[in-house]
Structures are given as C-alpha cells and as structure tokens.
T-cell receptor, first 115, second 114 residues
Framework: GAVVSQHPSRVICKSGTSVKIECRSLDFQATTMFWYRQFPKQSLMLMATSNEGSKATYEQGVEKDKFLINHASLTLSTLTVTSAHPEDSSFYIC???????????FGQGTRLTVV | QQQVKQSPQSLIVQKGGIPIINCAYENTAFDYFPWYQQFPGKGPALLIAIRPDVSEKKEGRFTISFNKSAKQFSLHIMDSQPGDSATYFCAAPLHNTNAGKSTFGDGTTLTVKP
C-alpha cells in the first residue's frame, strides 16, 4: 500500500518558537495533501488543503499566518507552526491523495507539545 | 452542519463477536466511502472502502454494507479479536472537486474483550 511518512513523530518546543512538520509520500505522487489536527478522543479536524505549486486553502477559523503550509513538490508538504503557544499542543496528521485516485493515505502523526 | 454522522460512539464486544458501526451521510455527491482504523498515538490507516455502485464489499474479516437509498453505510468486523480494539472513523471525500477533502465521522471506540 501507499506510504506516507510524517516527521517528526514527537516534538517538544518552547513557547514562542516555530516548529516544522514534514509530510512525504514515499511511493506515489500526491497532487493534494491535507493537514489535520486531532484532540484527544475526538475526530480529525481539517486545517488546510495544499496543492502542489499553489497556495494552501485554509478552513474557516484556522490562522494561515500561524500555520504555514508549503507544498513544494509532488511528494512533500510541510506545516510550520509559528510562534507556538501551549494551546497549539495537539496531534497533527497529514494525508496525501495519489494522482487520479480517491484514496487518502495518512502519515503516522506528530505529537506537538509546547512548554 | 455535520455531513457524516457515525454511531455508536463506543462499542464493547466479546472476542469472536461481530461489531457493527454505522454511518449516515447527507451529500449525495459523495461517491467513495472509506473506513479508517486508528490506534492510540498513530495516524489513521485506510481499512476498506466502497463505491456506491455496489452494496457490499469484503476484505478479510472486514465488510462494508452500503445502502444508497438510505444514504447509510456500515462496517462489520467478523470474528473480532482483541487486536481490533481501536477507534474507527468513516469518511466521505469529495474527490470529484478540486479540493477533494474528506469529512469524517466522530469516531467509534471499539473494545474487544478476550
């Protein structure tokens, strides 16, 4: 099956610093990647949709200046949490859709803790 | 407005039982219905998916039943095992749009007791 690698799996950062999370499709090209946030015992909340070579589309209520998304190639998207605060602590998950298909494959997630 | 409603919220069965998780959707534009399995601390993994041109799909112990007229689809796990204990999400992606983003159900926490 298709593999999506997300890195890092866990990160602890100090309040006010920025953190970058990478999402790579290892064995397929992904025209579209999605970034989700998940709180404990809750469903996935879509933050933004990124298409290769264009600006990301953010969901209502998601601050685009705080959550910077870059989709530089068909296999890599990055999410940068800028000026992180403790309330940004969460589980962030990316997913990628292969060209021409409906299937979305998820990364293993990144547990961000801001102290 | 939630476009995919999942039930039950939690489910406990004995080993060998057949848990059934249901999802109801509203948007008839949805044409692909996946189920995801998520273990604690991990990302969701695609388990099985169905398109609305068939009423049932089986893959190993997992079966999706689809009722287009009722706009419902369900996941059945045959001969459930303790290792199946996880959270299950149904989803409906609008892949025929440029966005192609998915809407997810709230999830069902399944516990299979030995």
């Amino acid at each position: 099956g298709a593999v999506v690698s997300q890195h890092p799996s866990r990160v602890i950062c100090k309040s006010g610093t920025s953190v970058k999370i990478e999402c790579r499709s290892l064995d397929f090209q992904a025209t579209t990647m999605f970034w989700y946030r998940q709180f404990p015992k809750q469903s996935l909340m879509l933050m933004a949709t990124s298409n290769e070579g264009s600006k990301a589309t953010y969901e209502q209520g998601v601050e685009k200046d705080k959550f910077l998304i870059n989709h530089a190639s068909l296999t890599l998207s990055t999410l940068t949490v800028t000026s992180a605060h403790p309330e940004d602590s969460s589980f962030y998950i990316c997913s990628a859709r292969a060209v021409g298909g409906p299937e979305a494959f998820f990364g293993q997630g990144t547990r961000l803790t801001v102290v | 407005q939630q476009q995919v409603k999942q039930s039950p919220q939690s489910l406990i069965v004995q080993k060998g039982g057949i848990p059934i998780i249901n999802c109801a959707y509203e948007n008839t534009a949805f044409d692909y219905f996946p189920w995801y399995q998520q273990f604690p601390g991990k990302g969701p993994a695609l388990l099985i998916a169905i398109r609305p041109d068939v009423s049932e799909k089986k893959e190993g112990r997992f079966t999706i039943s689809f009722n287009k007229s009722a706009k419902q689809f369900s996941l059945h796990i045959m001969d459930s095992q303790p290792g199946d204990s996880a959270t299950y999400f149904c989803a409906a992606p609008l892949h025929n749009t440029n966005a192609g983003k998915s809407t997810f159900g709230d999830g069902t926490t399944l516990t299979v007791k030995p």
